[in-house]
């Protein structure tokens, strides 16, 4: 059964910071993995989806890899911004499989 | 222009009550979703449609059942409802199957009295 970690589950930085947001999945046999963001009372947003076969997804200032062996991805975000505060959630979809298993989310608060 | 949209935004109900929320994508997407958020932020799957066809129907109680008129539409009712089911639901929609970028609506917040 396929489970999703999210370390840490809040961070707080100073605006410029670049950081990193950790994504760990217990099964590795994946189709493709989605981080997304969620503001406050508000659907989620889909930033970057990574297929099995990547390595890395890139979209402005951010950047997701994936390591499927080792059941990892990290999503990168450069020179942090007041905006970027959020909840960041990454997601799952097993091989032979249509769903995605979500993370519990990293908050994240980037102070001006 | 929403692209997917749900109403009611939020709903207030008593224990044992019968209610429908609404779901409509209007980007000509082949599958919808039907998420729970619970009071942890756990987002777990509960259906998905793909062409009016039901293809996941998770571990939900028989009380919680979903209607798909057509393929932009994606209802879900809920019979004789109970505390537990207070939660946030969002629905979600993607182009197929294969490709499924998802996108989510804003949420409806059920609250059980």
């Known amino acids: 059964k396929q489970e999703v970690t999210q370390i840490p589950a809040a961070l707080s930085v100073p605006e410029g910071e670049n950081l990193v947001l950790n994504c760990s999945f217990t099964d590795s046999a994946i189709y493709n993995l989605q981080w997304f963001r969620q503001d406050p009372g508000k659907g989620l947003t889909s930033l970057l989806l990574i297929q099995s076969s990547q390595r890395e997804q890139t979209s402005g200032r951010l950047n997701a890899s994936l390591d499927k062996s080792s059941g990892r991805s990290t999503l990168y975000i450069a020179a942090s911004q007041p905006g970027d505060s959020a909840t960041y959630l990454c997601a799952v979809r097993g091989s032979g499989t249509y769903k995605y298993i979500f993370g519990t989310g990293t908050r994240l608060k980037v102070l001006a | 222009d929403t692209a997917v949209s749900q109403t009611p935004k939020y709903l207030v109900t008593q224990m044992g009550n019968d209610k429908s929320i609404k779901c409509e994508q209007n980007l000509g997407h082949d599958t919808m979703y039907w998420y729970k958020q619970d009071s942890k932020k756990f987002l777990k799957i509960m259906f998905s449609y793909n062409n009016k066809e039901l293809i996941i129907n998770e571990t939900v109680p028989n009380r919680f059942s979903p209607k798909s008129p057509d393929k932009a539409h994606l209802n879900l009712h809920i019979n004789s409802l109970e505390l537990g089911d207070s939660a946030v639901y969002f629905c979600?929609?993607?182009?197929?199957?294969?490709?499924?970028?998802?996108?989510f609506g804003a949420g409806t917040r059920l609250s059980v009295l």
């Open positions: 979600a929609s993607s182009p197929h199957l294969r490709e499924n970028i998802q996108y």
